[in-house]
């Protein structure tokens, strides 16, 4: 690729003699780099559980489903083993799986710091597995170590969704498989992909790596009619191990005794072909919330690229490639939920435990091998070229920092105020009872926050939960759905958040203690609440109880370091 292009004469000259030396220490830009990501996690440390982390699918879910797990002491179990705390009893597989490395952290330093200890991990890993994987297959000369390193610290310090490598390992393992292709073997590598296996998530991203790696072996096995046995056992290696990582999913996926998901309900609306275009548009310009590669401002440099190596004659097979797969992934990302495919796909969907559409989790490692190719490619061809690079490193370096997550997430609450553990305390001594004795709903918050405190709910955010307890829930909210088409639909259609809805309130469940509303009216079937266990609703609004007679309230909770107000309701 790029290595191919020879450099500019003038790039030798005497001006630019302190960056060549520069480029040339590795060891002084590796611990520049390395600076710059301490940095980068400084909030964390100084802000400790004052610090802004994501609400949104993070707090109201991984963390809490990794509490259950850790607190529950269910360590390298089968999917034999339930947790009690949420909606009744669920297989620990409907939660999370067991065998993970991010937990052993998580368990050392409490939830909190154990999160912060697996980010910094998570960037480690992601810097010097871009870096190699850019060293050693797509930039390979000495004197781009600037990009190298520049391009792996873009990398590095993208907001990674969770707390595992599912995204931030890709390189490194992507790199491992490359290399073992091209005959490099070494005893480190099985080590790194049997980690990885136990450390980031099969169906979130492994499961389509797996796929680009296999086809990749297989289109080398076609051409050169042999096989590469290093890389066929290395598929094998990371496949065993994944198995193994995901015994709980694995057992519960073959094993139906469990009954039949909710998932078999789920169906995605229908769109459109424009609104299913502009869906592939969105993903392959802004990228994916789960897997952020923010690469609004890596785009330009890869169309100039483009234009460069057109206009030369010299087309970069790896490039085209890797810009295709982007390109046919987000197209593959938006057409889903066309109305002439979604029928089939819903079906796929609802007995198969992985969301086809997942490609888009190896697009922040392509985005930033493009990026790297495509700096390295403006510095040779273009006159000014090496400031032209400089000057779209240095904007696309910045633009990821505003995403850090103290500045995105600055008007949200804190890890501390979210899960409000003192004003919980103080309910727990109010309420008087063994918590495993009674059911609690939360209406106008996540419930997240009572499952964190230790309280047994009947609501809860489960991707794969009996369809059976769905239906039995519904009653209890049935009167409240029908009111509102939005959660009915939200509720009917995909159900993954089992929520006590209200109509009033639709799909919003952050109502802080700044909130002024009022629950004027809460029509639930307290009948079929009692009969699932239910005794109390915890609220994050004032009900009113002279027009709904049947909660009686028992007390008023307010903390100034929480995010909430609490109302305690119990039921006539």
Same mark, same amino acid.
């Given at each position: 690729m790029a290595e191919n292009i020879k450099l500019n004469k003038n790039s030798s000259d005497n001006s630019q003699g302190w960056l060549n030396h520069l480029i040339h220490k590795k060891d002084v830009l590796s611990i520049f780099c390395l600076a710059v990501i301490l940095c980068y996690f400084l909030p964390y440390i100084f802000l400790g559980k004052n610090f802004p982390l994501t609400i949104h699918d993070n707090l109201d879910s991984n963390v809490v489903w990794a509490k259950l797990v850790l607190e529950n002491g269910h360590y390298f179990k089968l999917d034999g083993v339930e947790i009690d705390n949420i909606m009744n009893g669920l297989p620990q597989s409907s939660i999370c799986g067991s065998i993970d490395i991010s937990f052993v952290f998580l368990k050392l330093f409490g939830f909190y710091w154990g999160y912060v200890a697996n980010k910094i991990i998570m960037a480690l890993v992601a810097f010097f597995g871009m870096y190699f994987l850019l060293k050693n297959h797509f930039i390979k000369r000495e004197k781009e170590r600037l990009i190298q390193f520049g391009v792996a610290l873009i990398f590095a310090i993208l907001p990674f969704w969770s707390f595992t490598l599912s995204v931030a390992g890709l390189p490194l393992l992507l790199n491992v498989f490359l290399n073992l292709r091209n005959g490099h073997v070494k005893g480190i590598y099985w080590v790194i992909i049997l980690l990885?296996?136990?450390?980031?998530? $099969?169906?979130?991203?492994?499961?389509?790596?797996?796929?680009?790696?296999?086809?990749?072996?297989?289109?080398?096995?076609?051409?050169?009619?042999?096989?590469?046995?290093?890389?066929?056992?290395?598929?094998?290696?990371?496949?065993?191990?994944?198995?193994?990582?995901?015994?709980?999913?694995?057992?519960?996926?073959? @094993?139906?005794?469990?009954?039949?998901?909710?998932?078999?309900?789920?169906?995605?609306?229908?769109?459109?072909?424009?609104?299913?275009? @502009?869906r592939a548009k969105t993903i392959f310009i802004n990228g994916h919330y789960h897997a952020h590669s923010i690469h609004l401002f890596i785009i330009p440099a890869v169309i100039i690229c483009l234009f460069?190596?057109?206009?030369?004659?010299?087309?970069?097979?790896?490039?085209?490639?890797?810009?295709?797969?982007?390109?046919?992934?987000? $197209?593959?990302?938006?057409?889903? @939920? +066309?109305? /002439?495919?979604?029928?089939?796909?819903?079906? /796929?969907?609802?007995?198969?435990?992985?969301?086809?559409?997942?490609?888009?989790?190896?697009?922040?490692?392509? +985005?930033?091998?493009?990026?790297?190719?495509?700096?390295?490619?403006?510095?040779?061809?273009?006159?000014?070229?090496k400031y032209i690079a400089c000057t779209l490193?240095?904007?696309?370096?910045?633009?990821?920092? $505003?995403?850090?997550?103290?500045?995105?997430?600055?008007?949200?609450?804190?890890?501390?105020?979210?899960?409000?553990?003192?004003?919980?305390?103080?309910?727990?001594?109010?309420?008087?009872?063994?918590?495993?004795?009674?059911?609690?709903?939360?209406?106008?918050?996540?419930?997240?926050?009572?499952?964190?405190?230790?309280?047994?709910?009947?609501?809860?955010?489960?991707? @794969?939960?009996?369809?059976?307890?769905?239906?039995?829930?519904?009653? /209890?909210?049935?009167?409240?759905?029908?009111?509102?088409?939005?959660?009915?639909s939200y509720f009917d259609n995909w159900g993954s958040r089992c929520y006590a809805f209200s109509a009033e309130l639709g799909k919003n469940y952050m109502f802080g203690k700044k909130s002024d509303k009022k629950l004027n009216l809460l029509d639930y079937d307290t009948k079929q609440f009692k009969k699932m266990g239910g005794e109390y609703i915890i609220s994050a609004l004032e009900i009113d109880t002279i027009a709904n007679k049947q909660y009686v309230l028992r007390g008023i909770f307010e903390n100034k370091t929480s995010y909430w107000k609490i109302y305690l309701y119990g039921i006539v």
């Open positions: 990885m296996s136990f450390y980031s998530s $099969l169906i979130f991203s492994g499961f389509f790596l797996l796929i680009v790696v296999t086809v990749v072996f297989v289109y080398d096995t076609i051409k050169l009619k042999k096989i590469n046995k290093p890389f066929l056992l290395a598929i094998v290696l990371l496949s065993a191990g994944y198995i193994l990582s995901h015994i709980s999913l694995a057992y519960s996926f073959f @094993n139906k005794s469990g009954g039949v998901t909710h998932r078999v309900e789920i169906t995605k609306v229908p769109t459109a072909l424009m609104e299913s275009f @502009n460069l190596v057109w206009k030369s004659g010299k087309m970069y097979k790896k490039f085209l490639l890797i810009f295709l797969f982007i390109a046919l992934t987000s $197209l593959f990302y938006g057409f889903l @939920n +066309w109305n /002439v495919l979604s029928p089939f796909f819903n079906k /796929v969907s609802s007995v198969f435990p992985v969301q086809l559409q997942r490609f888009h989790t190896l697009h922040p490692m392509f +985005w930033c091998v493009l990026f790297g190719v495509s700096l390295s490619v403006m510095a040779e061809k273009l006159k000014f070229g490193f240095l904007i696309q370096f910045v633009y990821v920092i $505003l995403h850090h997550e103290v500045i995105v997430n600055r008007a949200q609450p804190t890890y501390s105020a979210f899960y409000a553990e003192e004003q919980f305390t103080e309910i727990k001594k109010l309420i008087g009872k063994d918590l495993s004795s009674f059911r609690v709903i939360s209406v106008g918050m996540h419930p997240a926050v009572a499952l964190y405190n230790g309280f047994y709910t009947l609501d809860g955010y489960c991707a @794969n939960y009996p369809l059976q307890y769905k239906h039995e829930f519904r009653k /209890v909210i049935a009167s409240e759905l029908d009111k509102n088409y939005e959660i009915r």
